[in-house]
């Protein structure tokens, strides 16, 4: 097999997905985040500035689904194919609410009748916050297995099976840890009243976070079979977990401090330390098999051929400083507090 | 319903449907970017306000065409999950590098050319529709290049038997251009210069028919009728070398677009007609042993058709194909002699005075949609029953574990979704035209002032 430092080149693709989903979940997740507090502003204009402040980014911040996706169905197409078939349900939700989140921001100020505005408010709040949640009953069914059989058949339940208990929770724990990082954000972008009231509604999302996050770490330590064996193998993961602890209590001091941009660079590191927390337990399994390790999907059994991975190395090693440096340049012109003009949603 | 059927029938219900908008944003992005790079040029504020105004219907259409498109990425894996096993190596590779070189690219510029007109210089607005626009046509590229992976499949080999069999890449380049990607990119690119070009010329000519706006309505229909004359053209020319390619590569195909059965034989060219797939014959008007002449240059000179097929290796809906492509061909020729005359009364100084022709092109806007459309479906429904021609058979491409209840399910919710999102988006570009690049009320020269 070849490699790269010393690195076999499904396992650096894994690195890749894992860090294109990273950056979705930290960069899309404050977007997401911010559009689940959107009923708690009363204001119109509070709503609006809410919109706005992440009018010119998100469809950037998007593009990390985008990438990712295709970097899945490229390098581990078994695993593209086998967990988007099995969790057909939840993922053409997730698809519908994306489609309803994005005519939202379009459609939501173009009108001024009261009852357009409001109806576009709850439907952009709904499709975040169900967004949010799904990513996280995603990543829940992920970590717990699925039923699969021989040739990666999915025999489980199609229909609400998705829906467990220990799912439920890791889609809690990502919606809160979203709201937080969202709010952060708005602080970052706002001014006045309303970021008063975000100082206050951030309060009650870490509250949220911390509770949420509580409980779904004993129960995954309690319940969730083969969690606890790599962190004996390696001790040097516990490490993650305390690492994700220390950067989330750091945000309320950063806060009050009015350091807004550490803060949001803390809890990002946060959702790292806990992906990564998830990528370390996993590794070298993407998906577990519940009925037989053995009929797992590994990036081994998952991986597209060694020549097709190396082609796409090659294209990430050229295309990801240039998207970086788009990034920045985009971040940079629209740095600030949100103002309100005749290009604003 | 079947799972197929029913996986087939979403499918093409989502891709048609995500069609409608990225040609637009492509076309309109075109025309844009050439208004502003005139007012960047000659300084004149009436380029600015086209721009402006453009960018408003722009906007739009993008944001349906990436909302649309995000769906399309993932339901190969959702409904076509042994197909993504099979050509993920290939397939997806091209996909990713959509991702990574062309939408990365269109999405972070679509922020500062939408937002930031009062945050960044003029140039570098300029520079960001360039950005927007290239992005938007390397998107084109790669997934054509996808696409015409599946017609004409090239530069692979296949690995694996039975379940564990598919494609993998044994040449990069040969794949990403296989026979059929270069015509078929420079076809899907005109078709989308058209598609936009036409909305422009449609609103404008709509403008001066109700006789407002008149000044920049005359500079804006100029601008997209000399594109659109040239591309009408020049898509004739990418049409036939698409054709000569689908000749060779896949015979069997070209042979339902013109309901030719007769295994090895000179084969007639249809202006239109009717096949029967029973009897085997086609009623219509035709140009005996046309499609030999155009394939060969050579009327005697014989062409394959569908009876050199085994009957489970042959397009299933032959009058389909046969009806799409023929609309398609017919509304190019259209084009071509609507574009060529209006640009002939321009030479001669009498175009705005013929107000039927203006409504023509006031009611043309439909027409590059359809063809858009009805090509695709003749190039897809021709490539029946392969999902990669040659090697997997649309019947076994799709995922084992969903029921279709669950496509049922999905279907119904697409269907919903995309008739409110169709609505809204014809209502809302509606609006925006009827309101117009700016307040009539107001004196031009005071809006300009504010601008």
Redesign the interface.
Known sequence: METFLGIDYPTLWYLVVGLLFSGYAILEGFDYGAGAWHLFFKKDLSRRIAINAIGPIWDANQVWLIIGGGALFAGFPVMYATMLSAMYIPFMIFLMLLVLRSSAIKFRSSEDMKWWRNTWDIIYFASNTLIAFLLGVVLGNILQGFELHENFSYKGGVIFDFLSPYAIMTGFTTLSLFMTQGAIFLLLKTEGRLHARLTFLLKKGMIFFIISFGVTSMYTLVFIPGVTDSFKEQPIFFALPILAFLAVANVPRLVSKKKYFQAIVFSSLTMAFLLMLVAFQLYPVLLFSTIDPSYSVTIYNAASSQKSLGIMLTMVVIGAPLLAGYLIFLYKTFNGKVKLDDTSY | MDVEILARIQFAFTIAFHYIYPPLSIGIGLIMMIMEGLYLKTGNKQYEILTRFWLKIF??TF??G???G??M??E???????Y??Y???????A???????A???E??????L???????SPKVHFFSTIMVFFGSMFSAVWIVVANSWQQTPAGYHI?GEG?NA?A???D?WAMVFNPSSVDRIIHVWQGAFLAGTFLVLSVHAYYLLKNRYVDISIKAFKISLAVATIVSLTQLLSGHSSADGVAVNQPAKLAAMEGHYEKSAPADMYLFGWVNNETQEVTGIKIPKGLSFLVHQDFEEPITGLNAFPEDERPGQVNAVFQFYHIMVSIGIFLICLTLYASYLWWRGTLFEKKWLLKIFAFSVLLPQIANQVGWFAAEMGRQPWIVYGHLRTDEGF?????SN?IL??LI??LV?YTV?FL?FIY?VN?KIKHGPYDEAENPDEFLKYV
């Not at chain 2, 190969?76 to 042994?82: L, S």
């Not at chain 2, 999405?107 to 500062?112: A, D, Q, V, W």
């Not at chain 2, 939408?114 to 960044?120: D, E, K, M, S």
């Open positions: 906007a739009i944001g349906i990436v909302a649309t995000i769906i990425e993932f190969f894996g959702t409904n076509w999950a042994v993504s096993r050509v993920g190596d290939i397939f997806g590779s996909l990713a590098a959509e991702g990574l070189f939408f990365g690219l999405s972070t510029f679509l922020g500062i939408l937002f930031g007109w009062n945050r960044v690995v379940f598919r993998e890449v044994t990069f995922s084992q574990e969903v029921s669950q399910f999905s919710m697409f979704v999102l809204l809302s609006k």
